[in-house]
């Protein structure tokens, strides 16, 4: 039976991955445990492929930075979550249980404010995908607290691998 290491991410109320509330992480604060683990062979399961997510008004660093180091030093990852398959295989099965009837993709709309899961996952699905403009991206958007509007994001958007269907500023309802 094989062994796995398993790194999840949960936003605390100090922020950061798991223990410095006074200043922003990084994967070398984990590297000695990294290479504990690796130096074992173990797998590490990263449930959010997530680099950095917001809390409150700032970027903490995810999950990903982790799985992401951790690969980087040889150790075998797998990932789950967007941009990965199964969890739009696993939500369309969600909606089609709550509903009682198959969910027809073409009516899915996947709304995320990361370029790199969010709506790369969608794409790779063949769903239709929003981009929230005040999230991860805001400061490249140019929606910051003095740039109170969204812009041209043409621009942006041409240099990034995958593109939205569409771009919100913000998601309010």
């Known amino acids: 039976m ?9 936003e605390s109320r100090l922020g950061g991955l798991f223990r410095v509330a006074h200043r922003s992480e990084t994967p070398d604060d984990y590297r ?19 680099l950095v997510v917001e809390s409150g008004n ?3 660093p ?9 690969a980087e030093i040889g150790g075998p990852v797998v990932y789950a979550g967007k ?7 696993a939500a369309l099965a969600k909606g089609a249980a709550l509903t009682g009837a198959a969910v027809d993709p073409a009516r899915v709309l996947a709304i ?7 709506i790369a996952g969608a794409r790779g699905f063949g769903l239709a995908s929003l981009l929230v403009a005040r999230g991860i991206h805001a400061e ?12 041209d994001v043409a621009e942006w ?10 771009v919100i500023e913000r998601l309010v309802w």
């Open 2 to 10: 094989n062994e796995f290491a398993l790194i999840v991410w949960r």
């Open 32 to 50: 000695p445990e990294l290479e504990r683990l690796a130096a074992r062979g173990l797998t590490m399961i990263c449930a959010n492929p997530d």
């Open 58 to 60: 700032r970027l903490i």
């Open 62 to 70: 995810c999950a990903g930075l982790l799985a992401a180091a951790y």
């Open 83 to 89: 941009p990965h398959r199964p969890v739009y295989e």
């Open 112 to 118: 995320g404010d990361a370029i790199r899961t969010d």
């Open 140 to 151: 490249e958007l140019g929606v910051t607290a003095a740039h109170h509007r969204l812009g």
């Open 157 to 166: 958007l041409g240099r990034q691998a995958v593109h939205p269907d569409g």
